[in-house]
């Protein structure tokens, strides 16, 4: 079985900066593509950003040039650097891992999210 573990959420003013983690843990897997998500109050939940095992990458419009996607696959880590918040930004945020496991096969496995605010 295979673990996300998100964390770096937290409350930040509008223009700050937060840098959220997602660690994978188990054995035997692979990380395939990785993406974080977000799901505001009333709202469905939303892709904010994606990168594949090339390390492809794709952002939601909402978010270019300000939200940055990153892996270290030695670590199993992914990381989402976000500059220049806005109140909009708002929301519990959540790691999507497509892991390869042996035997099991390809699958999604989600974190169990992290709040981000954006308030003065």
């Known amino acids: 079985q295979v673990q996300l573990v998100e964390s770096g959420g937290g409350l930040v003013q509008p223009g700050g900066s937060l840098r959220l983690s997602c660690a994978a843990s188990g054995s035997r897997f692979k990380i395939v593509d990785m993406g974080w998500y977000r799901q505001a109050p009333g709202k469905q939940r939303e892709l904010v950003a994606s990168i594949t095992s090339a390390g492809s990458t794709n952002y939601a419009d909402s978010v270019k040039g300000r939200f940055t996607i990153s892996r270290d696959n030695a670590r199993n880590t992914g990381y989402l650097q976000m500059n220049s918040l806005k109140p909009e930004d708002t929301a519990v945020y959540y790691c999507?891992?497509?892991?390869?496991?042996?035997?099991?096969?390809?699958?999604?496995?989600w974190g169990q999210g992290t709040q981000v605010t954006v308030s003065s």
């Open positions: 999507n891992g497509r892991i390869l496991t042996l035997p099991g096969g390809i699958d999604d496995y």
